[in-house]
């Protein structure tokens, strides 16, 4: 997984609220062989394409500079719905590293930071003031900085967010919940070997009954 530090991007403005991972990712691709790397063209497409398969260019993804983005700023409770984690798959596909919203599913949420997808959650009025500097300079690049966990568009303050520790640590250096613990491997290896020491009778083996 690749490090998140400072993501500077354009970002694209969908305050689209309740938008759910059966809209983010329809299930044909996702059991049809598609690999996860390849998802891109299939995001957001009951939003991106007409009946006729063709690009609404009504939609924000579908313009310029926004066809770019890799920022999404997004309205409430976006990725409810089912569990597929594809959802994260897709939209990182696409291009996109970091979503801003109000709120997110639940497992939308847990899946992003396991696939290095940073979702970050702001009041709605902020994430509004984000869309309108977002749609007033299109070309304007935004500022997420994992490393002091701020968001900064031009001419406005940073806006400070929160993640949980364990989160933004396994984002920063890249690791997913099992290698973060692995990378404490030593740590769990003394605790062990003390724990041995002080409870020798956790460690007995059993005998095997015929």
């Known amino acids: 997984m690749t490090p998140f530090t400072v993501l500077h991007a354009v970002a694209a403005p969908l305050l689209l609220d309740n938008i759910d991972t059966d809209t983010i ?4 691709p ?8 390849q998802l891109g063209p299939h995001a957001l497409a009951a939003l991106r394409f007409r009946a006729d398969g063709a690009e609404d260019p009504g939609f924000v993804l579908n313009r310029a500079p926004y ?3 890799r920022i999404l700023l997004a309205g409430d409770n976006f990725g409810c719905g089912s569990s597929r984690e594809g959802a994260v798959w897709a939209l990182m596909a696409l291009g996109l590293r970091c979503i801003v919203a109000p709120s ?5 949420y847990g899946n992003c930071f396991q696939n290095g997808l940073l979702p970050v ?7 509004e003031a984000l869309a309108h500097a977002a749609a007033q300079s299109p070309s304007a690049l935004m500022t997420i900085d994992l490393c002091t966990c701020t968001v ?12 949980p520790a364990r989160r933004r640590e ?5 690791l997913d919940d099992l290698e973060l613990t692995l990378a404490r491997s030593a740590e769990i290896d003394a605790f062990q070997a003390r724990d041995a020491q002080l409870r020798p009778w956790i460690y007995l083996k059993t005998k095997e009954t015929p």
Do not use: H, S, Y
């Open 25 to 28: 990712i329809r299930v044909e």
């Open 30 to 37: 996702l059991f049809g062989g598609v690999p996860r790397d």
């Open 67 to 69: 066809r770019e983005a």
């Open 104 to 108: 997110f599913g639940d497992i939308f």
């Open 121 to 127: 959650k702001l009041p709605r009025a902020q994430v």
């Open 152 to 163: 900064q568009a031009p001419c406005m303050a940073a806006l400070p967010f929160e993640l």
């Open 170 to 174: 396994g984002l920063l250096r890249g």
